[in-house]
């Protein structure tokens, strides 16, 4: 069964922290995502990568960063985490053209 | 822009009915996808509409497509309690990557 898996499912980090959200794929596929989702806003693409090393901005980007060294890893990386970066975060990965796989999710937790 | 609007975002229906959720796209789009969410839970593909009057159906749910009305349904036969959940539709802009616009979802409560 194909999985996407997300390191943590529950993170309380303080302000200002440096903060990282890890992503693993283990069906090959050249497309990750990272999104938020916030109750009345919906799912919102920080990020995307369509291939290792490569990387896209989303809609809100301001704030984050990504890394993807390997073809199944996709690291969100919060550099100063804010109160206002409390959000539930769900990664996804697809093969060109298909649909997602989503992860379980990381709510995150800003204090 | 690609913009997706899904309505009612809220739907509160009784055991045993029918209802429909509608998903609308403002440009063009060679496919459309829905996804469950449970609460607390993340997302899960129901389906994917590959084309222009595609109609896909699992159980109690069935989708379609419209593509020249940019509008895809979901129509719920018969709720049951077990179809609670949070419907979400999403579409690819296009010459997309592979990202994918989602709509703000549609919150599903199935009263007996």
């Known amino acids: 069964d194909v999985k996407v898996t997300q390191s943590s499912r529950y993170l309380v980090k303080r302000t200002g922290e440096k903060v990282f959200l890890e992503c693993v794929q283990d069906m090959d596929h050249e497309n990750m995502f990272w999104y938020r989702q916030d109750p009345g806003l919906g799912l919102r693409l920080i990020y995307f990568?369509?291939?290792?090393?490569?990387?896209e901005k989303g809609d809100i980007p301001e704030g984050y960063s990504v890394s993807r060294e390997k073809k199944e890893r996709f690291s969100l990386i919060l550099e100063s985490a804010s109160t206002n970066q409390t959000s539930m975060y769900l990664c996804?990965?697809?093969?060109?053209?298909?649909?997602?796989?989503f992860g379980s999710g990381t709510r995150l937790t800003v204090v | 822009e690609l913009k997706v609007e899904q309505n009612p975002l809220f739907l509160s229906m009784q055991e045993e009915k029918n209802y429909t959720i509608y998903c609308n796209y403002s440009t063009t789009s060679d496919r459309l996808y829905w996804y469950r969410q449970d609460p607390g839970k993340s997302l899960e593909s129901l389906f994917v509409?590959?084309?222009?009057?595609a109609v896909k159906q699992e159980g109690r749910l069935m989708a379609s497509l419209d593509t020249k009305a940019r509008l895809s349904t979901l129509h719920i036969t018969a709720a049951v309690h077990d179809l609670s959940a949070t419907y979400f539709c999403?579409?690819?802009?296009?010459?997309?990557?592979?990202?994918?616009?989602f709509g703000k979802g549609t919150k599903l409560s199935v009263k007996p």
């Open positions: 990568s369509y291939d290792v090393k490569m990387k």
């Open positions: 996804a990965s697809s093969l060109v053209g298909r649909g997602y796989t």
């Open positions: 509409l590959l084309s222009n009057g």
């Open positions: 999403a579409a690819p802009p296009g010459g997309s990557q592979g990202n994918l616009i």
